[in-house]
C-alpha cells in the first residue's frame, strides 16, 4: 500500500514539475521580426493618399515600428 502512494506522489510531482516547465516555456518573449519590401509605385498620389497611411496604422496596431522607409538609392558599377 505504501509503494502505491510513493508511485502516486511521484507522478504527481513530476506532472507538477512538467507543468512549470511547460508554462516557462510558453511564458518566453516572442523573438523579433524584420521585413524588407521593394515595391513600385506607379500611382503615387494614389499610394500616398490611400495606401501608406492604412498599411502604417495596420503595422502599429499590431505592435510593429517602421524603421526606414523612402526612395531606393542608385548605385553605378560593381
Known sequence: MKTHYTVALAMTAGFALGAVAIHGLHAQAKPPVYTVSEIQITNLDAY?????????????????????GGPGTSLEGT
Do not use: D, F, M, T
Not at 500616398?48 to 526606414?68: C, M, N, T
Open 48 to 68: 500616398l493618399k490611400e495606401y501608406a497611411p492604412v498599411a502604417q496604422a495596420s503595422i502599429r496596431a499590431a505592435g510593429g515600428k517602421l524603421l526606414a
